[in-house]
């Protein structure tokens, strides 16, 4: 082969490895990347209501107020150590509504990522320092933070809070990952230019293949046709420079490798086998996210026993006391307490249901004590659900997740019945409920991802087996 096909079909391998390499981060990585970008998002969520639960944050009133059109970090200047939870509770909401747009609203695609928005957004997720986020640190936001998480810590809200810092170490590592991967992208951006270059100007019927014994002719036959070629395109004279090294300098052949192994993509199939999925772990990780629910059922008990003693003092008249002497004396009971609620539905559908009181009250008594005895593997009840097969582990799961969503839309009605029917004079005593519900919310999702999860693998090993190939293939 001479010189000029030798040229030729180098530059075409180059071509060729940049679209491979294109392909796959808009396949593989860049969905990565949005992934873990929205596990980011549901972390920040969370630490936001247990921050606000314990009054460490104060949540920015204009949050919903702002227009976003572009990636930008919240403020950064000092404040006062008087104005941190007003200060932070404006820039973690800040920082999650920017969250929310990246994750909703930005194409994660090596077109639409160009190295400006990348510079964007590795400003952005440096906003906190997540693998650090100490009171000593010399950032004023991370600084701040890391006061508050410390106070956290010290809430007395134990598992909740136990599950915030383990999920804190898991999106400090994949905001990492995502970094890792922004650079990477960014400097396949220079590659992708250089491919460019080849692929308009160098492979165009109007370059000089002469020019390819020369460095200097090279360059400047590029410079010529750039204009012509890639109007749009500026000149970046150190990636010309490094076009001409891989085709004219006496290094060229090392230069060349190292270019092929910077765009080669792994082929999957020829990696090593993964270790195999524990899919009992994951749906009694399921069931440890069950025993957390104990905690929020709790609070939200002990808020609805205060509303009810609320609302049964408003019937407190002079006949009402007269109807309590006269079963006292004849030994009747009480009549039950039922409180007529507007249950709105998951479709939107709205009606009437009537809740008797105490047989509400006694079930969700009955749960706070069951999942409480789940959040301790060394349990009766967490060992003999752990000793159980995976299937009916997995429909006890799902069946619970009914059970608490139900739970959750009749909380909520009960809620807006409380502070509805109240008196103006009692109104400012109800306790709401709301942040107790986000949270309760937040849980039976990550429940139902573990459940989702676990049959995604189960059913793949289901049709491998189908299909007559075994895991250890």
Same mark, same amino acid.
């Given at each position: ?95 999650? $509504? ?72 898991? $999106? ?171 249950? $709105? ?27 409480? $005895? ?100």
């Amino acid at each position: 082969m001479d010189n000029a096909n030798q040229e030729e079909s180098f530059n075409a391998t180059v071509i060729k490895a940049i679209e491979n390499k294109t392909a796959w981060f808009d396949s593989t990585q860049l969905v990565h990347v949005q992934d873990r970008y929205r596990n980011h998002l549901v972390f920040i969520k969370n630490m936001f209501d247990l921050l606000q639960k314990r009054s460490l944050v104060i949540p920015d009133p204009y949050k919903n107020e702002r227009q976003i059109s572009k990636v930008t970090c919240p403020d950064e200047s000092p404040f006062n150590d008087n104005d941190r939870a007003q200060q932070l509770g404006i820039r973690l909401n800040d920082y999650e $509504t920017m969250l929310d747009y990246i994750c909703n609203y930005m194409k994660f695609s090596v077109d639409q990522l160009t190295t400006d928005k990348i510079k964007k957004l590795l400003e952005f997720n440096n906003s906190f320092v997540w693998s650090s986020l100490t009171a000593s640190s010399s950032r004023v936001n991370t600084r701040a933070l890391g006061i508050a998480l410390s106070e956290l810590k010290n809430s007395g809200l134990g598992m909740a809070v136990g599950m915030l810092f383990d999920g804190l170490e898991n $999106t400090a590592h994949e905001m990492e990952d995502i970094n890792k991967a922004l650079k990477s992208l960014g400097n396949f951006h220079r590659e992708r230019y250089k491919g460019e270059i080849r692929k308009n100007i160098i492979a165009d019927k109007r370059f000089d293949s002469s020019a390819l014994n020369d460095g200097s002719a090279l360059a400047a036959e590029i410079k010529r046709l750039l204009p012509i070629c890639m109007p749009k395109k500026p000149v970046y004279q150190e990636l010309i420079q490094e076009i001409v090294d891989e085709e004219t300098a006496i290094s060229k052949e090392e230069l060349r490798k190292k270019l092929l192994k910077r765009l080669h993509v792994e082929d999957k199939t020829k990696e090593a086998k993964a270790p195999a999925v524990d899919t009992h772990e994951i749906i009694m990780s399921a069931i440890r996210f069950l025993g957390s629910l104990a905690e929020q059922y709790n609070v939200v008990q002990q808020k609805i026993v205060v509303n009810h003693d609320i609302l049964q003092s408003e019937s407190n008249g002079f006949k009402d006391k007269l109807m309590k002497l006269i079963r006292r004396i004849f030994g009747l009971a009480d009549p039950q307490v039922e409180y007529q609620v507007s249950v $709105t539905e998951r479709g939107g559908e709205q009606r009437k249901e009537i809740i008797n009181y105490s047989k509400f009250m006694e079930n969700l008594a009955k749960r706070i004590t069951y999942y409480g $005895t789940l959040t301790e593997k060394n349990s009766p009840n967490y060992q003999k659900m752990n000793s159980q097969k995976d299937d009916f582990i997995f429909n006890f799961v799902s069946n619970q997740l009914t059970e608490n969503g139900r739970l959750h839309i009749k909380l909520t009605a009960l809620d807006d019945f409380f502070k509805a029917t109240a008196i103006p004079a009692d109104r400012a005593r109800i306790k709401g409920i709301k942040m107790e519900l986000t949270t309760l919310k937040n849980i039976l999702a990550k429940i139902n991802q573990c459940k989702g999860e676990y049959a995604a693998y189960v059913e793949e090993a289901e049709q491998m087996k189908k299909l007559g190939i075994k895991d250890n293939e």
